[in-house]
Nanobody, 127 residues
Framework: QVQLVESGGGSVQAGGSLRLSCAAS????????MGWFRQAPGKEREGVAS???????SYADSVKGRFTISKDNAKNILYLQLNSLKPDDTDMYYC?????????????????????WGRGTQVTVSS
């Protein structure tokens, strides 16, 4: 059974940094495609960053140059480094996983691109 558990969220001032982690279990982590999403109350879930099984990364324009996604296949952990944080980055952040395939490459920033989700970790950025 796929399990994803996020951690590392918190409250920071604008300009600060955080590193989110997502501990994965129950599946062949190194072969899966992974993503980070965020969602504010009453808004749609937004894809932030993705990484495929080869380590190729993609980012939403809103976070490009500030956020970095990475994965540690030995520890089964997905990371999201958040730098130069802005109040607009305040959201619940979720990690997601899906087996590799054409569907994922077409939908890597869409909820429909992922079958498995964590419960989220809150990031709050104050001005």
């Amino acid at each position: 059974q796929v399990q994803l558990v996020e951690s590392g969220g918190g409250s920071v001032q604008a300009g600060g940094s955080l590193r989110l982690s997502c501990a994965a279990s129950g599946f062949s982590y190194s072969t899966y495609c992974m993503g980070w999403f965020r969602q504010a109350p009453g808004k749609e879930r937004e894809g932030v960053a993705s990484i495929d099984s080869y380590g190729s990364t993609s980012y939403a324009d809103s976070v490009k140059g500030r956020f970095t996604i990475s994965k540690d296949n030995a520890k089964n952990i997905l990371y999201l480094q958040l730098n130069s944080l802005k109040p607009d980055d305040t959201d619940m952040y979720y990690c997601a996983a899906d087996p590799p395939g054409a569907k994922w490459y077409l939908s890597r920033f869409s909820e429909r691109g992922y079958a498995s989700w964590g419960r989220g970790t809150q990031v709050t950025v104050s001005s």
